[in-house]
């Protein structure tokens, strides 16, 4: 069983910056993939960014590309989401999932935190 804790959300101006962390509870954080998601009210559930057990592999979607960095600290069994340039459409409850292989559909993740709430207005 693997339970995550994000933090780290709030409200910032667009242009600023923000940086959420997910720590894990639970064996073998080291070989899972680690994801962050968000969800804007009315929309699904949607991919931001994947990062592979060891860090070497990272993907991003587009709409974060060149702004967001994900990384991770295998020591402190944490993942982290750094946001640059936020903009309005950022604003979402951002969650981090964990899975056993590599992927980046939501419905492949099967443990979830409970999510933060970033804010970012115009």
């Known amino acids: 069983q693997v339970q995550l804790v994000e933090s780290g959300g709030g409200l910032v101006q667009a242009g600023g910056s923000l940086r959420l962390s997910c720590v894990a509870s639970g064996r073998a954080f080291g070989s899972r993939t680690m994801g962050w998601f968000r969800q804007a009210p009315g929309k699904e559930r949607e991919f931001v960014a994947v990062i592979s057990g060891t860090g070497i592999n990272t993907v991003y979607a587009d709409s974060v590309k060149g702004r967001f960095t994900i990384s991770r600290d295998n020591a402190k069994n944490a993942v982290y989401l750094q946001m640059n340039s936020l903009k309005p459409e950022d604003t979402a409850v951002y969650y981090c999932?964990?899975?056993?292989?590599?992927?980046?559909?939501?419905?492949?993740?099967?443990?979830w935190g409970q999510g933060t709430q970033v804010t970012v207005s115009s």
């Open positions: 999932a964990a899975r056993a292989d590599w992927g980046i559909s939501p419905n492949q993740y099967p443990y």
